[in-house]
């Protein structure tokens, strides 16, 4: 024992990799960053890897492509508007306002750049926490016969 009273115990600290905050704040972060490089390539495709059965019944790990739906996009006039999503919907930045003007495509990636810096920074938190809390479902209340 007169081993360990020279050293200092604490609590573990909770892991940060917990934090439900950082998850949504992550998954936000490599959508956006998919938005970005479909805007600097057209043709750009993420890569999946998946198990599929062979003929002879052996399973092999393919790799197909998924397809990165755009975000942004363009009226009549050639104007470019950027929804900016979590999942399947679209975030509202300001009071009844989702989407945001770009002008023309070109300053397609400056945008997409300044909405990353913003939420590395934690400025959509509040946000993403709000649609965190809509997504859960209440639990039924059943009525005991």
């Known amino acids: 024992m007169s081993a360990l009273k020279g050293l200092s115990f604490v609590a573990v600290p909770k892991s940060a990799a917990n934090d439900p905050k950082l998850a949504r704040r992550n998954k936000l972060l490599a959508q ?25 019944g052996s399973k092999q790990l393919v790799e197909h492509a998924k397809r990165v739906k755009r975000w942004w996009r363009t009226d009549g006039s050639g104007n470019v508007y950027l929804l900016v999503r979590y999942g399947n919907k679209p975030l509202e930045l300001d009071k009844g306002k989702a989407a945001i003007a770009v002008g023309a495509k070109d300053n397609l990636t400056t945008v997409l750049e300044a909405v990353i810096a913003a939420v590395r920074g934690g400025e959509l938190d509040g946000m993403l926490a709000d649609i965190g809390r809509r997504d859960v479902k209440p639990a039924k209340v059943s009525k005991a016969a």
């Not at 970005?36 to 002879?56: F, G, I, N, P, T």
Request: aromatic share 8%.
């Open 32 to 56: 956006l960053v998919q938005q970005r490089e479909l805007a600097r390539d057209e043709s750009y495709v993420v890569r999946r890897q998946r198990w599929a059965k062979q003929a002879d």
